[in-house]
């Protein structure tokens, strides 16, 4: 269990009334729920309010199921809607009885004053009920209207509920209208404030809530919301104890999250060090059954050969680069009559019946498309971004769609087995598309579709590898880029096809053995 899972499991105990024991010698909540609804009745008798024609009681009945009673005298058996039990001793009151969701007083900015504390959301973080920042009318000279209010009220952002940001304000001040406040009365504002925060109204907060991209609650909502409601000195109690609890489940969620980022950091160093025995031929054995990586070489060769004969490959895709090591020991690159020296490239040593090759000359390569007004030609099919391709996976939950034309079709299509590398942003980001229907690509990914069958999984890795070691990088001015130029002469070691199968097998093996302990 986490920091904010402990929390949340305390925050729900506390409103369940299993945090602190009952007190028989309390007053009852019954009893504080008439002196509300005397004074309401007093405050409307002096017309300071107006009568709420939505005001109900809730009881139970001799067969032990919950009914609200209503203003105009109708019962209504409620026992679906009560999400939980509470003690006896406590009572279920909806919120609307004792605030008002849809009252907010607001003013203009021109009526404040430079010294009053004005309150964002952006200054209330999450989660915690803790104030992050207190800023004052005169340093950031807000243009828009403001709600007005009080020292003591508990303060709600209705906007994004999931957020939880909730405070009770210290002085009087001026909020944003995505924040309600609300004078609770002879409800303890603590108890309030914990209540708003329990997982149980969060979730109901967002049941509830309008609005896709900006979820709010409405009024509406707001006040039909069941609030369990204890006897207020068992109220003083719950607040007490959380006060005692928090610091200690703050110092546990610290530890754990920094218990986290260790296991992390742990995992993703073992990992590294798997994977960089795994490239150099440490971790499993070679076997001299295998053909050489010599013979796969030619392979492809012959492959790229044909395709050009059957018009499918450009002459200049035949050009292949040969990498040797001199009688010198040191490596070098035949491409076509030119030999270069290439050592000061070569990373690390491999084993001799291995060899080093440039990835463009085992893949075939192409981009996606790009959208603009000029090619709006073709029929039009889903295709996915740099945003849906992830490490080894893709998330596909909404996809966008363009024209594609025959021609760009073949050169953009995704098929089964082909390895997708991102040009930007998370330079080399990599996924195997190993789904059983083809999809698109957008012009910012690069499609590696191998000549020959190879274990695709093994140059995932090798990326993965690069990638978090600094041997993948990116050029350009502004944005940073993997260019197909730069992904072609990317230099891979390459073992037989066999031992690439043994070396997949057993990363797989290691890493999941060490995500087990």
């Known amino acids: 269990m986490n920091g904010k899972q402990l929390k949340n499991s305390i925050l729900q105990w506390a409103i369940q009334g299993k945090l602190v024991p009952q007190d028989p010698n309390d007053e009852p909540a019954s009893v504080l729920l008439e002196r509300i609804r005397e004074e309401k009745a007093r405050l409307v008798k002096e017309k300071k309010i107006k009568k709420d024609k939505n005001e109900s009681i809730i009881f139970r009945g001799d067969d032990n199921s919950h009914y609200e009673k209503f203003a105009d005298g109708t019962v209504k058996c409620i026992d679906d809607e009560i999400p939980f039990e509470i003690p006896q001793s406590w009572c279920w009151v909806r919120l609307g009885s004792i605030i008002d969701f849809s009252k907010s007083s607001s003013v203009k900015p021109n009526e404040i004053a430079p010294d009053a504390w004005i309150l964002d959301l952006e200054d209330i973080e999450k989660d915690t009920g803790v104030l992050l920042a207190k800023k004052r009318m005169k340093d950031i000279q807000s243009k828009s209207d403001k709600h007005i209010f009080y020292s003591e009220n508990v303060l709600y952002s209705k906007l994004r509920p999931y957020l939880n940001k909730v405070i009770i304000a210290d002085e009087n001040g001026y ?138 490959l450009r002459k200049k895709d035949l050009v292949d680069s040969v990498i040797f090591k001199g009688d010198d020991n040191k490596y ?51 295709y996915i971004t740099t945003s849906n391709l992830y490490w080894n996976s893709f998330v596909l939950g909404k996809l966008r769609s363009m024209p594609f034309t025959d021609d760009e079709l073949d050169k953009c299509t995704v098929k089964k087995g082909d390895l997708l590398v991102c040009e930007g942003g998370d330079i080399g980001r990599s996924a195997i598309w190993n789904y059983d229907y083809d999809i698109r690509i957008q012009n910012h990914i690069h499609r590696l579709r191998a000549y020959t069958p190879i274990c695709t999984m093994f140059v995932y890795y090798t990326l993965y590898l690069y990638k978090h070691t600094g041997l993948i990088g990116g050029k350009g001015i502004g944005i940073q880029g993997l260019s197909s130029n730069a992904l072609h002469k990317l230099l891979l070691p390459l073992p037989s096809i066999a031992e690439q199968k043994r070396i997949v097998d057993k990363i797989e093996f290691v890493i999941a053995s060490i995500m087990r302990r």
């Open 175 to 312: 909020c944003t209208s995505e924040i309600l406040a609300f004078d609770f009365g002879m409800i303890l504002n603590k108890y309030a404030q914990i209540y708003l925060m329990s997982p149980y109204f969060v979730d109901y907060a967002m049941s509830d809530a309008y609005g896709v991209k900006m979820p709010r609650l409405g009024s509406k909502q707001g006040n039909n919301a069941l609030m369990p409601l204890p006897p207020f000195k068992e109220q003083v109690r719950i607040a007490e104890q959380l006060a005692k609890i928090t610091p200690i489940v703050n110092r546990y969620a610290s530890s754990q999250s920094e218990l986290d980022r260790l296991n992390a950091e742990l995992f993703e160093k073992l990992k590294k060090s798997v994977l960089q025995e795994a490239i150099q031929g440490k971790l499993v054995p070679q076997s001299p059954n295998d053909e050489p990586a010599s013979v796969l070489l030619e392979r492809i060769r012959a492959e790229k050969t044909k395709l050009f004969k059957e018009g499918k």
């Open 332 to 382: 070098y690159e035949k491409v076509g009559p030119e030999v270069t020296c290439i050592d000061d490239e070569i990373p690390f040593e491999i084993p001799t019946s291995w060899a080093w090759i440039r990835l463009g000359n085992i893949f075939q390569h192409n981009t996606g498309k790009a959208l603009n007004g000029s090619n709006q030609k073709g029929v039009f099919y889903d």
